[in-house]
Every structure is written in C-alpha cells, then in structure tokens.
C-alpha cells in the first residue's frame, strides 16, 4: 500500500502565480457565468412562452380564418337575396303599373247568366266566358248579340255573357 502522500507534487513558484492568477481570473468569471446561466435559463424561458403563444396564434388565425369562410357565405347568400330582392321589386312595380292601367274606371260591367238567372259579374268579356268555361261551358260557340238586337229567350241559352253599362243602363 502506498502513503497518502505519495502524489505530491512539486510546483515550481511561476507555476504557483500562474495558479493563483487563473484562480483569481475565475473568481472574476464567477459571476458573469451566473449571470450567463441565468440569462440562459431566461431565454429558455421566454422560448417556451414564444412557442405558447405562437401556438395560441395559430389557433385564433384558424378561428379568423374559419370567421372569414362563414361571413364569406354569409355574403354569398345576402348578394343572392338581394338579386332576388331586386327583381322582386322589378316585378312588384310592373305589377304595381297594371293594376294602375286597369284600375281605370269601366263604364260597363259583363253579366254572366245561366238558364237567364244570373250567375256572376265580370270586368271582361273573356272572365266572363272562362268563369263559364270553369262551370262547364263549351269552349267554342259564343255569340254576341248587338246591342238593341233581339235575344233569344233566356231559358233557351244554357249560358250568356251580356254587357251592361254602369249605372244601370243596358248597352
């Protein structure tokens, strides 16, 4: 077995300034590598809470983006209504210029009779005729008589359409 001491070594006296002075030169270091350590462990830290948030970025861009399909839809489908809006309002108006072309006050209404017993009223001939055609009535076979001419007796004509004038007067 060997001594405890048998390593000894002997340092000349430069080597022993050269020690202390890399000693020394390390003390100094000591607390600029503390700090470094520390700005590490910070800068690892800030790393986590980057990738945090560039995670929760993502999220909310997606959800933008998801936000940005839907009203996009949205607008799709409110242009379209508004298309139809537009030609309804065309329509209405056309509408709106023939019922004021027709609400032109008539001076004569058509008398729909069945076996001579009244049957309805219309404004035109032709309601008249298709009312009669609905009850039955042959498409074809219309006469019209002139007016002052003479009629054949009502219970002889199954179906008659005879203009009268407002107010009572017989045309």
Do not use: C, N
């Amino acid at each position: 077995m060997r001594a405890p001491f048998a390593r000894l070594r002997l340092i000349r006296s430069a080597e022993l300034d050269e020690l202390r002075a890399d000693r020394a030169e390390l003390a100094e270091l000591r607390p600029a590598l503390t700090e470094m350590e520390q700005a590490v462990f910070d800068t690892g830290d800030s790393l986590l809470r980057a990738q945090d948030t560039i995670e929760l970025l993502r999220k909310e861009l997606t959800a933008a983006r998801d936000d940005l399909a839907y009203a996009h839809g949205e607008l799709e489908i409110l242009r379209a209504q508004h298309l139809l809006d537009t030609e309804d309002r065309v329509v209405l108006r056309a509408l709106l210029r023939t019922a004021r072309r027709q609400s032109t006050r008539t001076d004569r209404v058509f008398v729909l009779f069945h076996y001579g017993r009244l049957h309805s009223l219309h404004s035109t001939q032709d309601a008249a005729e298709s009312a009669a055609e609905a009850e039955g009535a042959p498409r074809s076979g219309w006469t019209t008589t002139a007016p002052g001419a003479a009629q054949p007796p009502a219970s002889e004509v199954t179906w008659r359409v005879q203009p009268l004038r407002l107010g009572g007067e017989q045309q």
